[in-house]
């Protein structure tokens, strides 16, 4: 027998269909700074300890919108999402916005399926190192670069100095151990479904529609729709998001309310920094 006065209540309330908890999962991986929070476990561990709380819901639905960015904080969100869905038994459901590159897409793998726009950006499963080189600019106007270390190699690829063959080489031996440690939780994740396109390791990237033909990604879709074919034209969504600070600000994400001193001194290396993470969004036409 239906209550009268269900109608009455509000709509959070209600539960009139099963309730999908969402979380954003957003942003350069691991770039933090006081005026620009960057994504990382401790940005987004509460949020999806949250979301995986919810007993009753069918599903946890992430979406991801990243470039990439550390490969630590990137395997450290892949691992917290799936050791989550072990411990309180959800399936994981991601879907991809304008980008899952890179450290994006590794924490898109931790999803049971992976659901793409079919001009979402997909893949750069590799490793990069990028910099400058001022040698020549500081010998130009006169300023000299005085270093003093314990350890020859404690300044290896000193941007303020000539580069070094043998330092060269070692930073790219350590490249192809991350490159491997992530190549290897791709085909561990998508065994059954990848296919082997020497291609997919190389760096490359995909629209979603190619990136489904290679398997990285599972079909074509957005959240709304899916869901809602998935568990019923009832089901609803709810975004679960970090809590707010005393002064509006996200915690965990290291923002500050106001600019002080330490801020100040720091903004020329914000500025570079929003320079860098506008060059990564600007690598896949964003």
């Known amino acids: 027998m239906s209550n009268p006065f269900r109608r009455l209540l509000p709509k959070s309330m209600r539960n009139d269909g099963p309730v999908v908890p969402v979380v954003r999962l957003q942003g350069p991986i691991g770039m933090a700074t006081p005026l620009r929070p960057g994504m990382s476990l401790g940005s987004v561990a509460q949020p999806l300890e949250k979301a995986f709380s919810m007993r009753k819901a069918p599903a946890v639905a992430l979406i991801v919108n990243s470039p990439g960015g550390s490969p630590v904080q990137s395997r450290l969100i892949f691992q917290r999402i799936r050791d989550l869905a072990k411990e309180k038994e959800k399936e994981v459901l991601v879907f991809v916005e304008d980008v899952a590159a890179s450290g994006g897409y590794m924490i898109a793998v931790a999803g049971d399926e992976i659901i793409v726009d079919p001009s979402s950006v997909v893949g750069s499963i590799g490793v990069v190192a990028a910099g400058f080189g001022f040698t020549e600019l500081i010998e130009k106007i006169g300023v ?29 031996s ?9 190549t290897d939780l791709v085909k561990e994740r998508r065994k059954d479904v990848l296919s ?25 879709g957005d959240l709304r729709g899916t869901l809602k074919k998935r568990f019923g034209e009832k089901t609803e969504t709810r975004l679960i998001s970090a809590p707010r600070s005393l002064f509006g600000r996200r915690s965990g994400a290291g923002g500050i309310s106001a600019l002080s001193g330490e801020a100040m001194s720091g903004l020329g290396d914000d500025l570079i920094s929003a320079a860098e993470t506008r060059a990564m969004w600007m690598r896949f036409g964003l």
């Not at 082997?196 to 074509?220: E, N, P, Q, Y």
């Open 144 to 172: 000299q670069r005085r270093v003093y270390t314990a350890g020859e190699k404690k300044v290896i690829l000193d941007p303020f100095q000539p580069e070094n063959a043998e330092d060269i080489e070692y930073l790219k």
């Open 174 to 182: 350590l490249q192809a151990e991350i490159h491997e440690t992530f």
């Open 196 to 220: 082997d396109d020497k291609d997919i390791f190389s760096g490359k990237f995909w629209t979603g529609r190619s990136a489904r033909d290679l398997g990285l990604v599972d079909s074509i």
